[in-house]
T-cell receptor
Framework: QQQVKQSPQSLIVQKGGISIINCAYE??????FPWYQQFPGKGPALLIA?????SEKKEGRFTISFNKSAKQFSLHIMDSQPGDSATYFC?????????????FGPGTRLSVLP | NAGVTQTPKFQVLKTGQSMTLQCAQD?????MYWYRQDPGMGLRLIYY???????DKGEVPNGYNVSRLNKREFSLRLESAAPSQTSVYFC???????????????FGPGTRLTVL
């Protein structure tokens, strides 16, 4: 119920291509879905986030698509660049007695080839 | 602003040794968190502190203790380290609140711990 599934585990994309990472959840109490980007040796950093009342959110080359009925959401990186090479984590959060309880997916390692 | 800082960056312990991981944030956030990151498992919450003076267990608290020293600092202690605690530890902070930008978690750079 608390799990967030993420696929693929790793992804190799040519420069200029589209990177797509998928996540799925079970618990309908989740009400906030952020994506984090992590470079080697660094902590995760918030990339983009969406609430379940919208189906899509776009920020620059990054887009989240959200399918509430299927309990799935995905990250699309358009015109992928070598600088996008990083590990990406999806997450889902729900209210708790301390604010928001975040559950993270296992991560996708993206490599963008020049 | 330095954001979230963690010390040390790397540590090697022998089984049974103890140590404290330090975390500090300068964003005046109310909530602070400790996560561990293991390959293929994402980030798992160890302990959290909703506000100064309060702490509570997360998903994987066994073998750890925490102290919210003040609003800025939140430390994680391993009393008797075990090889299963080999991991990368991240501290994070957020402004307590409802879902959305105000509850964005800001992460520190991490501490890579190896227990032999």
């Amino acid at each position: 119920q608390q799990q967030v599934k993420q696929s693929p585990q790793s992804l190799i994309v040519q420069k200029g291509g589209i990177s797509i990472i998928n996540c799925a959840y079970e618990n309908t109490a989740f009400d906030y879905f952020p994506w984090y980007q992590q470079f080697p040796g660094k902590g995760p950093a918030l990339l983009i986030a969406i609430r379940p009342d919208v189906s899509e959110k776009k920020e620059g080359r990054f887009t989240i698509s959200f399918n509430k009925s299927a309990k799935q959401f995905s990250l699309h990186i358009m015109d992928s660049q070598p600088g996008d090479s990083a590990t990406y984590f999806c997450a889902a959060s729900m209210p708790s007695n301390y604010g928001q309880n975040f559950v993270f997916g296992p991560g996708t390692r993206l490599s963008v080839l020049p | 602003n330095a954001g979230v800082t963690q010390t040390p960056k790397f540590q090697v312990l022998k089984t049974g040794q103890s140590m404290t991981l330090q975390c500090a944030q300068d964003m005046n956030h109310n909530s602070m968190y400790w996560y561990r990151q293991d390959p293929g498992m994402g980030l798992r919450l160890i302990y959290y502190s909703a506000s100064e003076g309060t702490t509570d267990k997360g998903e994987v608290p066994n073998g750890y203790n925490v102290s919210r020293l003040n609003k800025r600092e939140f430390s994680l202690r391993l009393e008797s380290a075990a090889p299963s605690q080999t991991s990368v530890y991240f501290c994070a902070s957020s402004e307590v609140g409802l879902a959305g930008p105000k509850n964005t978690q800001y992460f520190g750079p991490g501490t890579r711990l190896t227990v032999l």
